[in-house]
């Protein structure tokens, strides 16, 4: 049996070729993106952030295994404030509203994972999740291969989210998930496999928001 991330993956494959193809995540990779957009796209974000922080550890105590408990705790509390300071840089450097309100898609995006929580089942809750993990390191390491670094205003973010240190620990998690995934049914599995290609569209539709609410 393939592992579930195998399987997950080939589902949303189709979403992460939109993705890669977007013109804000080419723009970003250039450093040609408008600041009006990335400041968009920071505000949202930083809402976003704050919820996920918290369903991060809201799952984390879903995990019965200390061990395990412990590992992703820890990536949690590292991603998120390597995140948050990345975000206080941009926001200073590119004069970003932080008082924004929560777009349509970022309301709707935060609602899903809620949902997913709220069933009780880490399967479930994990798959909805990790979208904002994964995604974002394939798009990290995708820009980070091709992208201009000299000159490029946004390299702090691409840096972030492609950098060895963070790959290696979504190496961690990607395996985590697919010994979950190995102990279930196959009704969860396609359950999960659901919430990460829905959860998949929502980062594509969050960065096609910030890139033409302007228009």
Same mark, same amino acid.
């Given at each position: 049996?393939?592992?579930?991330?195998?399987?997950?993956?080939?589902?949303?494959?189709?979403?992460?070729?939109?993705?890669?193809?977007?013109?804000?995540?080419? =723009?970003? !990779?250039?450093?040609? $993106?408008? #600041?009006? &957009? *990335?400041?968009?796209?920071?505000?949202?974000?930083?809402?976003?952030?704050?919820?996920?922080?918290?369903?991060?550890?809201?799952?984390?105590?879903?995990?019965?295994?200390?061990?395990?408990?412990?590992?992703?705790?820890?990536?949690?509390?590292?991603?998120?404030?390597? =995140?948050? !300071?990345?975000?206080? $840089?941009? #926001?200073? &450097? *590119?004069?970003?509203?932080?008082?924004?309100?929560?777009?349509?898609?970022?309301?709707?995006?935060?609602?899903?994972?809620?949902?997913a929580i709220r069933t009780g089942c880490k399967e479930i809750a994990f798959a909805s999740l990790l979208p904002c993990i994964w995604i974002y390191n394939?798009?990290?390491?995708?820009?980070?291969?091709?992208?201009?670094?000299?000159?490029?205003?946004?390299?702090?973010?691409?840096?972030?989210?492609?950098?060895?240190?963070?790959?290696?620990?979504?190496?961690?998690?990607?395996?985590?998930?697919?010994?979950?995934?190995?102990?279930?049914?196959?009704?969860?599995?396609?359950?999960?496999?659901?919430?990460?290609?829905?959860?998949?569209?929502?980062?594509?539709?969050?960065?096609?928001?910030?890139?033409?609410?302007?228009?």
């Amino acid at each position: 049996m393939k592992k579930w991330t195998e399987e997950a993956w080939a589902e949303a494959s189709g979403i992460y070729a939109e993705i890669i193809g977007h013109p804000f995540i080419i =723009e970003l !990779a250039d450093g040609t $993106l408008s #600041i009006e &957009r *990335f400041r968009r796209y920071i505000a949202q974000d930083e809402l976003y952030l704050g919820n996920y922080g918290r369903q991060m550890f809201a799952f984390a105590d879903m995990i019965e295994d200390p061990s395990q408990k412990k590992m992703f705790s820890d990536f949690a509390k590292a991603g998120l404030e390597g =995140e948050k !300071a990345m975000h206080q $840089l941009m #926001i200073a &450097r *590119f004069g970003v509203d932080a008082s924004a309100s929560p777009s349509r898609v970022t309301a709707e995006y935060n609602a899903h994972t809620e949902a997913a929580i709220r069933t009780g089942c880490k399967e479930i809750a994990f798959a909805s999740l990790l979208p904002c993990i994964w995604i974002y390191n394939e798009v990290g390491k995708h820009i980070r291969n091709k992208a201009v670094t000299e000159g490029n205003p946004y390299f702090e973010w691409i840096d972030e989210y492609g950098n060895e240190d963070f790959s290696a620990a979504v190496e961690e998690v990607l395996s985590l998930i697919d010994g979950y995934a190995a102990g279930t049914d196959e009704v969860t599995r396609s359950e999960m496999t659901r919430q990460f290609c829905e959860g998949t569209r929502f980062e594509y539709e969050f960065w096609d928001y910030a890139y033409r609410a302007g228009r």
